[in-house]
């Protein structure tokens, strides 16, 4: 069969995905569970409580990226730059391609934690190099 690679990579894919379902159905019926412990334990301080006038309360958007998907953009950048990169200024490119919020400082500091990281990561595998720069920063390059 010439396609042979193609099914078993789909076939890797569902896989996942139905792992994924079944993790989030497990999931969802233990926060049901748990709702209807409140709703019960609420109930017995105020047994005239109206839940239904209890909003859920929205959860932020958890950033989180595809697998593989920081490391192409990081290693990418540095590809693509030319010259040495500090960590601060490669989080800002992973930021901007990922659509993400550049004037946010919190979460910019949690992409620069990650980010910083992964370089770790790929200096030890020998993908990267850092070398020092100004003001004790790391300055990141591609090993050619």
């Given amino acids: 069969m010439k396609n042979e690679h193609v099914i078993s990579g789909l076939i890797a894919k569902r896989a996942e995905l139905a792992g994924r379902i079944e993790f ?3 999931e969802l019926r233990q926060m049901l569970i748990d709702v209807d412990s409140l709703d ?3 109930r017995l301080f105020d047994p005239d409580i109206d839940l239904m006038e209890i909003k859920p309360k929205p959860l932020p958007a958890r950033n989180q ?3 593989g998907e920081v490391s192409r953009i990081v290693l990418g ?3 693509k730059a ?3 990169l500090p960590t601060h200024e490669i989080a800002l490119h992973v930021m901007a391609s990922r659509s993400l ?3 946010d400082k919190p979460l910019l500091r949690i992409v620069s934690k990650r980010v910083g990281a992964g370089l770790r990561h790929y200096r030890k595998l020998g993908l990267i190099q850092s070398i020092a720069g100004p003001n004790q ?3 990141w390059e591609v090993i050619p």
Wanted: hydrophobic share 50%; charged share 15%.
């Fill in 65 to 67: 990226a595809f697998r």
């Fill in 82 to 84: 030319g010259k040495p």
């Fill in 24 to 26: 989030a159905q497990a």
């Fill in 40 to 42: 019960a334990t609420i």
């Fill in 77 to 79: 950048t540095l590809r």
């Fill in 137 to 139: 920063t790391l300055l």
């Fill in 101 to 103: 919020n550049t004037a």
